[in-house]
RNA sequence: CGCGGAGUAGAGCAGCCUGGUAGCUCGUCGGGCUCAUAACCCGGAGGCCGUGUGGUUCAAAUCCCACCUCCGCAA
């Protein structure tokens, strides 16, 4: 008989996880996932990713506005699931969900806990320079992903990894070892380490301000600050005339000048900018002027007249 | 109706306010120069100026109206 499973997660990461599962063929009596929410410039109502998924494959979602509440006990008790799976679902879950499965709930989180707990595990760690990262499979308790791991899958972040190859591979792996985590857990076999606390680190959520470029940093922070936040939201600077320009793509080299004056402007094959940092340079390749659209650096220095001398902030 | 920018040649832009031959930097094609070149010189092709069967006008890329699409901010 194989143990009734509610699965609780939003965005992409979580619906690759879901697919995995039913990949497997895991018996989903039910996917919880957050509320459609206004997306976009008309505030259009979005359906989650994960919602698309549950519905791909017939099974009901549920979208509590809260866990706390007599409907969604009536819930968990018309489903009385073995094992819940969570996976960034977005909402604390209270403590009487969280016992309420014999199997316990399992998390997904994409980092080697107990360092970078919460929202931004993956920017954080890029921009932090780790050389790697990877996947914890744990018990949830009450703590923001602070229960006891059960497992754990180490990936190298490489010095051309964005969020978005980053992102990509750790979904992979995350479901991967979520299938196999939930497979340990319901023969008996999973084994429980604790977290040590003394060695705990939290990646805070990103902010606007995390994603403003700060020429008086050096070109590899800078660089490390741009792959962390490509392709969502995007890094950013000021034009010389205030204006916002997204760098989508750029490259650490060789140069100096005061920061952020462009210490060369070039527009060979697709161009680049070379912006001096406080240490080093940064050749940025490929922008999105505002109120554009992703071009190369050479298209934008045919357009618009951004020289050598000039100075981005 | 949240605020704002923008749709002109394959790319990026100017021209619009002050209506009157469609421009710039590239790319592309042909030719030339060169030991050679992504360099330089000469020449060519490529546009119904987002859509409208709209309005104004002798005349609209340009002014007015409606709509479509893309994008930045905010959520």
């Known amino acids: 008989m194989k143990p009734r499973i509610l699965f609780m997660g939003t965005p992409d990461i979580a ?5 995995a599962l039913f990949e497997a063929e895991a018996n989903i009596v039910g996917v919880v996932t957050r509320i459609d929410k206004p997306k976009g410039r008309h505030a259009v109502l979005t359906p989650p990713p994960v919602k698309l998924c549950a519905e791909a494959h017939g099974v009901p979602v549920f979208q509590p506005r809260t866990l706390r509440d007599e409907a969604f006990a009536a819930y968990l008790d018309e489903l009385a699931p073995d094992l819940i799976l969570v996976v960034a679902f ?12 014999r199997y316990g709930c399992l998390n997904v989180h994409a980092s080697l806990l107990p360092r970078y ?30 229960g006891d791991m059960i497992l754990k899958q180490t990936t190298p972040i490489s010095d051309t990894d964005t969020l978005e190859t980053l992102h990509d591979r750790l979904a992979e792996m995350g479901a991967r070892l979520l299938v196999e985590a939930s497979e340990l857990v319901v023969c008996g076999k999973a084994t429980r380490t604790p977290q040590n606390e003394e060695l705990s680190t939290y990646a805070e959520k990103i902010s606007r301000a995390d994603c403003k470029l700060d020429f008086q940093r050096s070109a590899i922070a800078l660089d490390r600050q741009i792959r962390a936040l490509t392709p969502m939201p995007f890094a950013y600077c000021l034009t010389p005339d205030q204006r916002t320009m997204k760098i989508i793509c750029a490259r650490p080299v060789d140069g100096s000048g005061a920061p952020g ?3 060369r402007a070039s527009t060979d094959g697709a161009g ?32 618009r007249k951004l020289s050598v001398g000039e100075v981005l902030f």
């Open 261 to 263: 004056t462009v210490i």
């Open 90 to 101: 977005g909402m604390i879950l209270p403590p009487n969900v969280i016992s309420y499965p």
């Open 117 to 146: 707990r919460g929202a931004a595990s993956m920017q954080r760690a890029i921009m932090d320079g780790e050389s790697e990262t990877g996947i914890t499979i744990m018990y949830m308790d009450e703590g923001l992903d602070t």
């Open 272 to 303: 680049e900018i070379v912006v001096a940092c406080g240490e080093g340079a940064l050749s940025i390749r490929t922008l999105q002027p505002e109120g554009k659209g992703k071009m190369d650096a050479a298209a934008f220095l045919r357009g």
């Open 15 to 19: 619906a690759t996880c879901l697919d």
